[in-house]
């Protein structure tokens, strides 16, 4: 009896153990917003005038925000002064892409609309055909779309219509994705996080949102990284 019960203890301390260990897998998940986290570094907090949902562009020297309004605004990005704006389609998403201002709907349509920058005039109205675009970002001289029904990035040719899927993501309450050097930044509102991935859907970096209520973002040329909170802040921040 005294063997059987000391099989049995070790049973179960080798049951338990298993099952600590998955709970750690679990915990470590790169998708799981409470897995280990690095640090931004806040080099500034931007007041604007601007607020709610929308993802930022930034054109080499301003930055651009879309709305569900279809309020096309630019600031400047140290001051957070209006610049100029302009009416034009709701939209979820923004980019600034071969001197043009490109937005995308997140509420189910398959459109692409391009802006004069100068002037807001609409240039072109174009289908995506099977991509229902609800965020896009400039990069390697395409553009990267998440298409919001089959929760994919795409790579796009605005030109051509053509089009490659690069990665799946799901579980994310996107709101604003920004090319960031070989990769993607990508902010999730559930949880004030942001995430970078590679183009290959491989997790790098999560980082906690310096605020509460993070929204869209962008990078500029110095590899700073812009921040929008839904009530109108912009944190300007640096990433290890």
């Known amino acids: ?27 470590n998940n790169p998708l799981d917003p409470n897995a280990s986290k690095d640090v931004l570094t806040i080099i500034r907090v931007i007041e604007t005038t601007l607020a709610g949902r929308g993802d930022l562009s930034f054109d080499g020297e301003k930055i651009w925000k879309i709305d569900l309004s279809g309020n096309l605004a630019a600031v400047d990005r140290e001051s957070g002064i209006m610049i100029r704006s302009f009416s034009t389609d709701p939209g979820t998403g923004v980019s600034f892409f ?3 201002i490109y937005v995308c709907n997140g509420e189910g349509e398959n459109v692409l609309v391009s802006v004069d920058p100068l002037s807001g005039d609409i240039l072109n109205r174009v289908s995506t055909r099977e991509i229902h675009a609800a965020f896009l970002t400039g990069t390697n ?7 919001m029904r089959s929760s994919g990035i795409f790579e796009y040719d605005p030109e051509t219509g053509d089009s490659t899927r690069l990665f799946e993501i799901s579980g994310l309450n996107i709101g604003g994705i920004a090319s960031y050097k070989d990769g993607l930044l990508i902010s999730d509102m559930n949880t004030d ?5 590679t183009l290959s859907g491989d997790v790098i970096n999560v980082f906690s949102s310096p605020a ?7 990078v500029d040329a110095g590899d700073y990284v812009y921040l929008f909170m839904l009530d109108g802040k912009i944190y300007k921040v640096s990433l290890p």
């Open 98 to 100: 071969r001197d043009k």
């Open 212 to 218: 509460p209520g993070v929204g869209g973002l962008t």
């Open 193 to 197: 996080t942001i995430y970078r991935f």
């Open 141 to 147: 001289d395409q553009l990267l779309l998440y298409d």
């Open 1 to 27: 009896m005294k063997w059987v019960k000391t099989v049995l203890i070790s049973g179960f301390i080798i049951f338990f153990n298993f099952l600590y260990s998955c709970k750690d897998i679990v915990f």
